[in-house]
């Protein structure tokens, strides 16, 4: 088990503010300093430098750092295997998951819930941002596995195909474009289209898709960009633009007649998920588990 103190570092570490660090733990900031003091004593070294009002890891604390997250990963794992050895559904540890938001919204939940009643005593954590920042998050290792889209080319990464889904054109029951049978891939370029941000998962599988019939983004009448699934789905529930959504996130749009699925000839924006793990950590038991309990409990 990690010390008292060597928690505290990390979690410094973490945040580089002894003011968040104290926020988060509940410990007041003094005692936080006097931790972290009785931590350079003990190694003779200095652990944080100061620049200016903000504080960074000197090579030591770099080093320090580096390793501590390497025995927490041990002890995590040694906790899940400990508590396991007489009856599985005993389990200890705890579970830091991150997903993509189609993930995270529309499929997680009933495997959150039906793994959480399996192992109850294993704590769970759910970070739901979009594809690039989740991966950002496990490099940081602040999650031990993400569940993404799209396969990047990071070696330091173990993809798991895990499910695959579908992109499809919405718009508002109540917009012109809804009355028309079909679209061709070249009628994109002329109607007014709301798109997801920079780095998610579903705008990268339009990107795809369009190129395959030489169509840029920056060709289409771009007029907004929100962030996340919900923000898009509201904003086309109201507006009179095109958009591209998960199928899974708009079923009951589409049953009440709110969205209307607009059929664009040729085009078919399919897009694979996976289980993303840290090289090296793709044996992690309590990991492992979860990852096993997900592919049997999901039904598409």
Do not use: W
Request: positive net charge; proline residues 3%.
């Amino acid at each position: 088990m990690l010390s008292v103190r060597h928690e505290i570092f990390l979690e410094v570490a973490s945040h580089l503010s002894f003011s968040k660090a104290s926020q988060t733990l509940f410990i007041s900031q003094p005692a936080i300093s006097k931790h972290i003091k009785a931590l350079e004593d003990f190694y003779k070294t200095i652990l944080f430098v100061r620049k200016g009002s903000n504080i960074v890891l000197s090579e030591a604390g770099k080093v320090l750092n580096k390793r501590l997250r390497e025995a927490k990963l041990i002890q995590k794992q040694l906790e899940f295997e400990m508590s396991t050895l007489k009856d599985q559904f005993l389990a200890k540890g705890q579970l830091k998951l991150g997903a993509s938001t189609t993930v995270a919204l529309y499929i997680l939940p009933k495997i959150l819930s039906s793994f959480h009643q399996t192992f109850p005593d294993v704590q769970i954590s759910l970070l739901n941002r979009n594809t690039d920042t989740i991966v950002k998050a496990l490099l940081d290792q602040d999650i031990d596995v993400g569940i993404v889209e799209g396969k990047n080319k990071i070696s330091s990464i173990f993809y798991q195909p895990f499910m695959t889904d579908e992109v499809v054109a919405v718009c508002s029951a109540r917009s012109d474009i809804a009355q028309k049978p079909s679209l061709s891939i070249e009628d994109l370029r002329h109607f007014p289209i709301a798109l997801r941000e920079q780095g998610s998962g579903t705008l990268a599988a339009l990107k795809y898709a369009l190129q395959k019939h030489h169509i840029k983004l920056s060709e289409l009448k771009v007029g907004i960009r929100l962030a996340g699934t919900e923000a898009l789905k509201n904003f086309l529930r109201e507006d009179f633009c095109l958009g591209f959504l998960p199928k899974r996130s708009v079923v009951r749009e589409l049953e009440s007649g709110e969205l209307v699925a607009v059929k664009i000839d040729k085009l078919q924006i399919i897009r694979d998920f996976f289980f993303i793990q840290r090289q090296g950590a793709d044996n992690d038991g309590l990991n492992k588990a979860f990852i096993r309990f997900a592919k049997i409990g999901y039904n598409p």
